[in-house]
């Protein structure tokens, strides 16, 4: 075949294609999905924020494309990957389980939507709850005063205990913040609090022998996306030491722990394709307020419960918008 001829075919093609069809497949919008874990743990998640994007009209693979970009619970592949997302360009940036504040560095001129367990505020990622600004919105669910709230409930769970463990990841956001607002409230409550770094799985397991050496009663698990990711080894190690853990949300209790105070992650992710689908919509993430939990669960595992030897309080139970028995 002669080079007019191949053109000739090729552009015949085209024009005998249903204008419909060149038309998709030229405005298809492609969206950078970028998390600091693993796909597998992610996999809900994943399938919330889908359904959450259906809501508004897209479906991947039909509407929308999306492409996803998996660190691996290494950190510092993060920069590097939303760089990548960046240079596609993509038309929205979903930071999902850490990234926020890289991909908050890398453009100011693609939207942004996160989901985080800090203050949106606080890390430096909006203006205002209310008025993000910039190119960033996106949903916080763990409020600065949950932290708090969790600290209290735990307590009042295991009031014997006077040292009380936190596990914090000093990578995640602003962990400053996340470590003073549970230092204030221990203060007030006359606790003892014990720190615990843990950056990494095996961290995680030191983190657990460092706090029962300094003879904490019962244990709060900082809200982070590492440790979301690695629910089955807090659940393994809080049994091994058989101490009280006081989690983040509802997933962490299903899968065997105590208690837990907090909003729904899969909810979280389902609002973060709503507002994902919303820009791709027109909106501007300036005008799309932080969105918070609307409903926050407080959920506790009697079976584990009976396993620690731990008496539920008749109170609390009342309380519990879930008992697992």
Excluded: C
């Excluded at 205990?161 to 990841?169: H, L, R």
């Excluded at 820009?279 to 009976?306: H, R, S, W, Y």
């Excluded at 620690?308 to 879930?322: F, I, K, M, N, W």
């Amino acid at each position: 075949m002669d080079r007019r001829t191949f053109i000739s075919r090729t552009v015949g093609g085209l024009l005998a294609m249903p204008l419909g069809a060149r038309a998709q497949n030229s405005s298809i919008p492609l969206i950078g999905f970028i998390s600091g874990q693993s796909p597998g743990p992610w996999a809900p998640y994943v399938a919330a924020f889908r359904t959450g994007l259906s809501e508004t009209g897209y479906v991947e693979g039909k509407n929308v494309k999306i492409e996803y970009r998996w660190a691996e619970g290494r950190y510092d592949r993060v920069p590097g990957l939303v760089a990548e997302l960046v240079r596609r360009p993509v038309a929205v940036v979903v930071a999902a389980g850490g990234g926020s504040r890289e991909a908050k560095a890398a453009t100011t001129t693609i939207p942004i939507v996160f989901t985080t367990g800090n203050d949106p505020v606080e890390a430096g990622l909006v203006h205002s709850l209310a008025h993000p600004g910039g190119n960033a919105t996106g949903v916080s669910f763990a409020p600065a005063e949950l932290l708090a709230k969790r600290l209290e409930l735990l307590h009042q769970l295991v009031p014997r205990a006077t040292v009380i463990g936190m596990v914090f990841n000093p990578n995640s956001t602003k962990p400053e913040v996340q470590v003073r607002k549970v230092q204030d409230a221990a203060r007030a409550l006359g606790l003892q609090l014990q720190l615990a770094p843990a950056r990494t799985e095996a961290e995680i397991d030191a983190s657990f022998v460092t706090l029962m050496k300094l003879h904490a009663g019962a244990l709060l698990v900082g809200s982070d996306p590492l440790f979301n990711a690695r629910r089955d080894q807090f659940v393994a190690l809080a049994a091994r030491h058989a101490v009280p853990a006081m989690y983040d949300n509802r997933d962490s209790v299903v899968a065997g722990g105590l208690v837990s105070y907090g909003g729904s992650i899969t909810e979280v992710y389902r609002q973060a394709g709503i507002y994902t689908g919303k820009i791709l919509n027109g909106a501007k993430p300036a005008d799309l307020p932080i969105m918070q939990p609307t409903k926050v669960e407080f959920v506790v595992n009697l079976k584990t419960a009976k396993v620690l030897g731990v008496t539920v309080p008749q109170s609390l139970l009342l309380r519990a918008d879930e008992v697992i028995q």
